[in-house]
């Protein structure tokens, strides 16, 4: 046996047990990496654990053995299997420490959390105050996590938005309607953004770029107010003008014979059967967490760069922020004319 592989093996011979738990909002594609994790864990001839309902499950012991069965018809299930749940205890000291030893009672060294940006603060102190390795599968439908290009759940969403868009465009020509249609991004504009561009919306408003009004205003003056003709404003939940409500509302006072209508898809964008991509990504990353753990990796998120698997620290994950890209921007200035 050569060197490289005898150094490979004994680390595989340090981890026996792997936990799985999914925390913060659910995300399409969740389920795919449940299972992914499960197997190939499994496949290495480990023993595999579901932890149900996040952090507060790990707490509370909430954790059960799964066989390979367990995840048998999951892959093209939306939500997760596992449950999830935002945590206040986990913050605590003590509520992490009545984790670890929910974990080392039963006998798990490793542990893959699935979730988003303050799913890994915890992960991030949990690693480093305990001897339980941890790696973070990104899921989130935001896409906001900085050292990955796409996040599981994502392309999803944008495919749920584009969809809703175009049935609410039916509707918006038929009438010679303005529709204002707030998806999803507390924080950030990425689902608006690129959902926007493929749907073909009139207007793009998101959290990065501030929003002008007095320029829209000019817009709809000197464009719609002409044309007459529908017309789609995608607007971000966070984006600095208050949401499509507040835009909607301004817009009315300015030109009270436009027809406005507004549209929140809310919960919608989290929901449904994960698109091809999802499933392959989040089958991916599952496999790159489980193996990352048997090569001694620790505190970080798996993460795709460039078509690539990655590990990026959650030092980096949780402390940078992720811009949108500014050729996205450029595109739907040259588009909306």
Do not use: W
């Amino acid at each position: 046996m050569n060197k490289k592989l005898r150094a490979k093996l004994e680390k595989y011979d340090k981890i026996h047990k792997i936990a799985v738990l999914t925390s913060g909002g659910d995300a399409p594609g969740m389920n795919a990496a449940i299972r992914a994790v499960v197997r190939s864990a499994i496949f290495y001839g480990k023993e595999a654990y579901g932890v149900y309902h996040g952090y507060k499950g790990l707490i509370e012991g909430d954790i059960k053995k799964m066989e390979s069965s367990d995840v048998s018809n999951i892959i093209n299930r939306g939500g997760t299997i596992l449950k999830t749940s935002r945590c206040p205890m986990f913050k605590e000291y003590e509520g992490r420490e009545k984790a670890y030893k929910n974990l080392k009672e039963k006998g798990i060294d490793a542990l893959v959390v699935i979730g988003g940006d303050g799913s890994f603060k915890g992960a991030r102190e949990f690693s480093d105050e305990f001897d339980i390795p941890v790696v973070g599968i990104p899921g989130t439908i935001d896409n906001d996590l900085y050292g990955t290009d796409y996040t599981i759940g994502y392309d999803t969403a944008l495919n749920v938005v584009v969809d809703a868009v175009d049935k609410i465009r039916d509707t918006a020509e038929s009438h010679d309607r303005l529709f204002f249609v707030e998806v999803m991004g507390r924080d950030a504009g990425f689902i608006a953004l690129r959902s926007g561009i493929a749907s073909g919306a009139e207007a793009i408003l998101i959290p990065e770029v501030p929003t002008n009004l007095k320029k829209f205003k000019k817009y709809l003056a000197e464009e719609y107010q002409v044309k007459k003709t529908s017309s789609i404003v995608l607007v971000a939940e966070g984006d600095d003008s208050g949401g499509a409500v507040a835009v909607a509302n301004y817009v009315k006072k300015q030109f009270p014979d436009f027809n406005v209508r507004i549209s929140i898809l809310g919960h919608l964008q989290r929901g449904g059967s994960p698109s091809v991509y999802d499933r392959v990504t989040a089958s991916q990353m599952g496999i790159a967490a489980v193996e990352g753990l048997l090569a001694g990796k620790s505190g970080v998120m798996v993460g795709i760069k460039n078509r690539k698997m990655v590990y990026v620290p959650f030092e980096k994950t949780v402390k940078h922020h992720k811009t949108v890209k500014r050729e996205l921007l450029r595109i739907v200035e040259i588009l909306n004319i």
